[in-house]
């Protein structure tokens, strides 16, 4: 699935990739904007990198479309977040997903079900929500399902 028209950067170039965050997200208030930046070695995996006030460095977060990755995620959000991004219907909406590492082990990642970024594809404006059907995922989800492998691959 294409995410946007994206175009891969180097990470100390000023991106052209811009999705604009009234609100921030959350614990980073300060941040209006955003720029997306991906490799293509990289990918699914994309960067969203946080731009705020010049006094503030950069954040970077690791994030993803959920799509293949996560069977059966079908969040919904209320009438009023999406009316104030403009999304009329669920083309307009690109979902972000942010990925934890835990212990730098990827095997152990997550993806944050619960609060995905929500931006209008046409605007590129975006809001981080907590969705309204929170309480069928977890902002915790593993990236990968370690009951389905074989037990000699789990005690490796």
Known sequence: MK????????????????????????????YKRAELLYLPDNLP???????????LDPVHFVVMEP?????????????????????????DAMLLNIVTLRNNQPADASINLVGPLIVNRRTRTGRQLVISNYARYSAHHPLIDHSREPAFAQTA
Do not use: K
């Not at 028209?5 to 609100?23: R, S, V, W």
């Not at 995996?45 to 006094?55: D, T």
């Not at 799509?67 to 219907?89: H, N, R």
């Open 3 to 30: 995410v946007l028209d994206l175009t891969p950067l180097d990470f100390g170039q000023t991106a052209i990739n811009e999705i604009l965050l009234p609100h921030g997200i959350i614990g980073f208030s300060a």
């Open 45 to 55: 995996f994309l960067w969203l990198r946080l731009c705020g006030p010049e006094n």
């Open 67 to 91: 799509g293949s990755f996560v069977p059966g995620y079908e969040p919904e959000i209320f009438d009023e977040d999406a009316e104030q991004l403009g999304i009329e219907s669920a083309a």
